[in-house]
C-alpha cells in the first residue's frame, strides 16, 4: 500500500497589515496587553469586496500546482476546510474548483467544517483516498477570511484580536519510496462544551442550549420561524465567542496527548521529531506543548506572531514557511497537530 506525501505546498496571505495598535483605533486594548496573552503582534486582513476565502484558497493552489509540477486539470479532489465560507452554502469546494477553471473535469469537492482542525481532519481524509488508491492527485485546502465576521468592539476584544487572514495549500500524492509520507493520523472530539468556542447565530438552534428569549427567537407557534431576528443583529449576538479560559486549559491537555499518540503508534519519542507544527491558537499554548513534550526551539515553528491564528489555514501556511525557510528538509520527521471548536483535536506524524 503507498503512503501520502505533500507533492507540492502553497501559501497567501492578504497584504492588509493591521498591527495591535491598529486595534486599538476600534476597541479598548493595547499592544502589550494582546502580546502577552497570545504572543500576536499583527494579523493580516483580506480586501472587502475583492478578496474571499475561496480567492485566497485559489493563490495558494497555484503555488501548490507549481511546486508539484502538475497542472490544474491533473486534480481528481478538492478538498476544502474552512470556518468562514464564501456562502452560507453552497461550500467552497465546488467555488474553488470554479475560480480554478476546471469544472469540466467535475471532479468531487468535499468540505471539512472543523474549524482549528479542518485541516488534520482534511488530511486524514485525503489519506485514505490516496492509500485505497481511489485518487492520485488531491488538493487540499485550508482557508479563512475571519475579518469578515469579527466583532471590534471593545466587547469582542477577547475573540477578535485573535483571528487573521490566510490560506494554504497542499497537492498530496502516492509514493512508495522508503521514509516518506503519512505514517499515521489521529483524531478526536468532545462535544460537551460545543458552545464554549462557537459562532452560535444563524443557526436552526431556536436557542436550545442557551435561552430563547436571550436569543430573540419567534414563539413556536410560527411553523417558518425568522433565520436571524432584529434582536440578534442589535445585540451583536452574530459574531464568535469564547470562553478563553475552558479553552486554554483544554487545548494544553489534548496538544500533548494527541502528539504523544502519534509518536508512540510509530515507535518514536518527542526527541526524535524534527518539526512541530502546531496549529497557530495561542503562542502562549505551543510554549506550554513544547515544555511540557521537552522539545527545543528549533524543533518548533510559530508565525502566529504575524498573522494571528488563521484556524483551519494555520498548519498549512506555517508549514508552508517552514519548508521555504529549509527548517523542513526532505526526510525529516514532521509532526502536525491542532486543537479547536467543537471540541476537536488531531494530529498527523509524516516524513517529509
Known amino acids: 500500500m503507498p503512503q501520502t506525501k505533500i507533492a507540492g505546498i502553497g501559501h497567501y496571505v492578504p497584504d492588509q497589515i493591521y498591527t495591535n495598535d491598529d486595534l486599538t483605533k476600534y476597541m479598548d ?18 480586501k472587502k469586496h475583492e478578496e474571499t476565502t475561496t480567492t485566497m484558497a485559489a493563490e495558494a493552489t497555484k503555488i501548490a ?12 479532489m478538492i478538498i476544502f476546510a474552512t470556518l468562514s465560507p464564501d456562502y452560507y452554502f453552497p461550500g467552497c469546494g465546488v467555488l474553488l ?9 467535475e471532479i468531487g469537492a468535499l468540505d471539512i467544517r472543523n474549524q482549528c482542525s479542518g485541516f488534520i481532519y482534511g488530511l486524514s481524509v485525503a489519506d485514505q483516498f490516496i492509500k485505497t488508491g481511489m485518487y492520485k492527485n488531491i488538493l487540499l485546502v485550508g482557508s479563512e477570511m475571519h475579518s469578515m465576521g469579527l466583532d471590534f468592539r471593545t466587547e469582542g476584544r477577547g475573540v477578535t484580536v485573535l483571528f487573521g487572514d490566510g490560506a494554504g495549500a497542499v497537492i498530496l500524492q502516492p509514493t512508495t519510496e522508503e521514509n516518506q509520507g503519512i505514517y499515521s493520523t489521529h483524531l478526536h472530539s468532545d462535544g460537551t ?17 442557551l435561552g430563547k428569549e436571550k436569543y ?12 436571524v431576528t432584529q434582536k440578534m443583529v442589535d445585540d451583536h449576538l452574530l459574531s464568535p465567542n469564547m ?22 503508534k510509530n515507535g518514536f519519542e518527542s526527541s526524535d521529531i524534527d518539526m512541530l507544527v502546531p496549529h497557530q491558537a495561542n503562542l502562549r499554548i ?6 511540557s513534550l521537552g522539545l527545543k526551539d528549533e524543533q518548533v515553528y510559530n508565525n502566529i506572531q504575524r498573522y494571528g491564528n488563521t484556524t483551519a489555514a494555520s498548519i498549512p501556511i506555517a508549514l508552508c514557511e517552514a ?10 520527521l514532521v509532526c502536525l497537530a491542532a486543537f479547536g471548536s467543537g471540541f476537536t483535536w488531531g494530529s498527523a506524524l509524516l516524513r517529509w
Open 29 to 46: 486594548t493595547s499592544d502589550e496587553w494582546i502580546q502577552e496573552r497570545t504572543g500576536i503582534k499583527q494579523r493580516r486582513y483580506a
Open 65 to 76: 500546482l507549481e511546486r508539484a509540477g502538475i497542472d490544474k486539470n491533473e486534480i481528481e
Open 97 to 105: 474548483q470554479r475560480e480554478l477553471g476546471i469544472t469540466e473535469t
Open 193 to 209: 462544551h460545543a458552545e464554549e468556542l462557537a459562532m452560535i447565530n444563524p443557526g436552526s438552534h431556536g436557542g436550545r442550549h
Open 216 to 227: 430573540g427567537y419567534p414563539d413556536e407557534a410560527n411553523p417558518g420561524g425568522v433565520f
Open 243 to 264: 470562553t478563553g479560559q475552558l479553552v486554554f486549559k483544554t487545548a494544553v491537555r489534548k496538544f500533548p496527548k494527541v502528539i504523544n499518540e502519534a509518536l508512540v
Open 286 to 291: 505551543s510554549q506550554f506543548v513544547q515544555k
Open 323 to 332: 519548508y521555504l525557510e529549509g527548517k523542513v528538509k526532505r526526510g525529516d
